[in-house]
């Protein structure tokens, strides 16, 4: 259970490889990296964007596949080919108005270490770096790909009474 007042996250912001797709990656025969999707992540990032939080993605991949699937679940704040993310993270502030401690970000490896310090709620998942566990006020017991972002989306939407309120809200 994440310790920290999730009542005032307004953004969720997630890299791709190792965190929503696993961090084993099959190649196509062209030596495009073919990511792994969790059905169960991207239920709770379409639902997240419906009940009005802030979706965003910052990767270093650069595969338009990655591009289809998000925006398919409705997120709009898609950063591709980020060498330095704490460049994406600061645009996403402004965009938004959002102030750090609103912001949940969820990242697995060297890449993300700056963003994560920088962020109110670091989260990353189970099999994350030494080093990113160890600044994370969240650890996930779910792998990267293998349901890590669904685990704190829905603890988010939980906290802020919008778990399971959607049937109502979107007449499903």
Same mark, same amino acid.
């Given at each position: ?40 992540? +991207? ?28 925006? +398919? ?46 962020? +109110? ?22 792998? +990267? ?18 778990w399971m309120s959607h049937a109502d809200a979107f007449?499903?």
């Amino acid at each position: 259970m994440i310790n920290y007042d999730l009542t005032k996250i307004r953004a969720l912001v997630f890299d791709v490889d190792g965190v929503l797709s696993a961090e084993t990656i099959p190649m196509s025969m062209e030596g495009e990296p073919m990511r792994t999707v969790n059905i169960k992540d +991207g239920y709770a990032l379409q639902l997240a964007v419906k009940c009005g939080l802030h979706v965003a993605i910052i990767t270093g991949g650069r595969s338009e596949a990655i591009r289809k699937r998000y925006e +398919g679940l409705g997120v709009k704040d898609i950063y591709m080919g980020a060498s330095v993310k704490t460049n994406e993270y600061a645009d996403l502030l402004a965009k938004y108005e959002l102030m750090p401690e609103e912001v949940l970000y969820m990242g697995d490896d060297i890449p993300d270490y700056d963003v994560l310090r920088m962020v +109110g709620l670091p989260c990353c998942p189970a099999d994350a770096a030494p080093e990113i566990k160890a600044i994370c006020k969240y650890i996930s017991h779910r792998k +990267g790909g293998y349901g890590c972002g669904r685990d704190v989306v829905e603890q988010v939407l939980r906290a802020q009474g919008k778990w399971m309120s959607h049937a109502d809200a979107f007449g499903w």
